[in-house]
């Protein structure tokens, strides 16, 4: 088997939202708030994204990997042009999984035919 690969075998979990609020915690602005530590931009106003977690929630569908593409997609696009600064307008302008930006946008259908 030496210098064979193998094909990994995953299961498919499908953990639902995580909820903005759970009885007193905050879990998706905690989340928000560890992605904002983490973030290495040279403008970045640190507590950002957890100020926008109500934003972030209503546009990720409290989805975890959704809210990680976003904030992703945002670093990448402040670096290549040169603000190196995530806002509320750069997350507005990146485009989610179908997923997210069905069930919790609906203005999108519009948004989509006006770029296209």
Same mark, same amino acid.
């Given at each position: 088997? !030496?210098?064979?690969?193998?094909?990994?075998?995953a299961? #498919?979990i499908? +953990?639902?939202?995580?909820?903005?609020?759970?009885? +007193?915690?905050? &879990?998706?602005?905690?989340l928000?708030a560890?992605?904002?530590n983490?973030l290495?931009?040279? $403008?970045h106003?640190?507590?950002?994204?957890?100020?926008?977690a109500?934003?972030? $929630? %209503?546009? +990720?569908?409290?989805?975890i990997g959704?809210?990680?593409?976003?904030?992703?997609? %945002?670093?990448?696009?402040t670096? #290549?042009?040169?603000?190196?600064?995530?806002? !509320?307008?750069? #997350?507005?302008?990146?485009?989610l999984?179908h997923?997210?930006?069905?069930q $919790? !946008? &609906? $203005?999108?259908s519009?948004?989509?035919?006006a770029?296209?």
């Amino acid at each position: 088997m !030496r210098g064979q690969q193998l094909a990994a075998r995953a299961s #498919l979990i499908d +953990t639902g939202a995580l909820p903005l609020r759970h009885g +007193t915690r905050e &879990p998706f602005r905690e989340l928000a708030a560890a992605m904002d530590n983490a973030l290495d931009l040279d $403008h970045h106003r640190p507590g950002t994204l957890p100020r926008l977690a109500g934003y972030l $929630h %209503a546009r +990720t569908g409290g989805r975890i990997g959704s809210l990680s593409r976003l904030v992703r997609q %945002a670093a990448i696009t402040t670096v #290549l042009d040169g603000t190196e600064r995530i806002t !509320r307008t750069v #997350l507005d302008d990146i485009d989610l999984d179908h997923l997210a930006e069905e069930q $919790h !946008r &609906p $203005h999108t259908s519009a948004r989509t035919t006006a770029r296209q």
